[in-house]
């Protein structure tokens, strides 16, 4: 011990002694780390996971208010919906259908509710 701090005094310039040196106490150190620990939880949660549940949860009740002729966003592909089924949805896209997932729709904006049926 006197070693290092002989050469800490001869490195550094400045004389020093065991005294000088902090006490470490453990509540402190343990007390700050969860404090931060909650701060972090709570910027996640209200920045990050809140408002992702809020944006689901309305996609979600948009999506199960789907009818005939709504506009929808279906993976880039704008078009109108000409036929619901469990778990797909045909979308009409100038002159071609194609079938989707529901989980893929982006968006829905309410329609007219007319679309001619091609057959």
């Keep these: 011990m006197k070693k290092a701090l002989l050469a800490l005094t ?3 310039g400045q004389k020093l002694s065991a005294a000088d040196a ?3 106490t453990p509540d402190q150190g ?3 780390t ?3 620990v909650a701060i972090a939880m709570a910027f996640f949660y209200f920045i ?3 408002p992702e549940q809020k944006r689901r949860k309305a996609l979600e009740s948009q999506r199960s208010s789907m009818k005939k002729g709504d506009r929808v966003v279906c993976m880039g592909v704008v ?3 000409s036929k619901i089924k469990e778990e797909t949805v045909v979308i009409r896209s100038g002159t071609s259908e194609i079938e ?7 968006d829905v904006q ?3 509710g007319a679309v001619e049926d091609k057959e």
Excluded at 100 to 106: D, M, R
């Design 10 to 12: 001869l490195f550094c």
């Design 22 to 24: 902090p006490a470490a």
């Design 30 to 32: 343990i007390t700050q």
């Design 34 to 36: 969860l404090v931060m």
């Design 48 to 50: 990050l996971w809140r």
């Design 79 to 81: 078009g109108t919906l």
């Design 100 to 106: 989707f997932l529901k989980a893929a729709i982006s």
């Design 110 to 112: 309410p329609g007219t």
